[in-house]
């Protein structure tokens, strides 16, 4: 049976921010609205510097597991704040073992600058 850590405590606070674009005048509109507070663990996989048009980017991928909802809330593109760092969920969330129990979301944040 997978459990997420040695700690099995979810003690990490993020707010979900669902975002719903909609199409006006042939521009897309991006509306970004606060539904909940959820707790879960958070894990930095690795960051990347990428240099682009002679800008540097920092690329962090990360995880965040949580509980699973019967009624999921999260989709790809939504938004988790989490210390004030705003978080982009990749992909569609994860079923751990289909049984559940557990949900894993792969966020991604995007910083310029430099």
Not at 38 to 49: A, D, M
Request: aromatic content about 6%.
């Amino acid at each position: 049976m997978y459990k997420p850590a040695k700690i099995r405590q979810m003690v990490t606070p993020a707010i979900h921010k669902s975002v719903e674009t909609e199409t006006v005048n042939g521009r897309t509109k991006k509306t970004v609205t606060s539904t909940a507070i959820v707790r879960g663990q958070f894990k930095l996989k690795g960051t990347s510097e990428i240099t682009a048009n002679g800008l540097t980017v920092v690329n962090d991928k990360t995880t965040f597991i949580t509980l699973w909802k019967k009624v999921n809330p999260y989709k790809s593109g939504d938004i988790l704040s989490i210390g004030g760092v705003e978080y982009e969920i990749i992909g569609t969330p994860e079923n751990t073992e289909m049984r559940g129990r557990y949900c894993v979301l792969n966020l991604e944040r995007i910083g310029g600058g430099a």
